[in-house]
């Protein structure tokens, strides 16, 4: 498995990334993480970020490990 990337998050959102808060977020900004699609951009990956911190790091993971990340929690 490749081993993720690290970037800040102004890097992705000046590549034109949309961040979608989870679902699973608690609505009091708690325990929130964001998620951006940058498969359509040079960064070719799934970028993640803590929403409280929307100008600090995020992951850039290949989308393979990731939807098999979302399958497994669906169906646990």
Not at 27 to 39: P, S
Not at 47 to 66: E, F, Q, V
Request: hydrophobic share 40%; charged share 15%.
């Amino acid at each position: 498995m490749t081993q993720p990337r690290t970037h800040m998050a102004p890097e992705f959102t000046n590549a034109g990334a949309h961040w979608f808060k989870s679902s699973y977020s608690d609505g009091a900004g708690n325990n929130c993480i964001e998620v951006a699609d940058l498969t359509a951009t040079a960064h070719a990956g799934i970028a993640i970020r803590d929403s409280k911190d929307p100008h600090g790091p995020a992951l850039l993971i290949d989308p393979a490990p990731y939807m098999a990340f979302i399958q497994g929690i669906r169906h646990s």
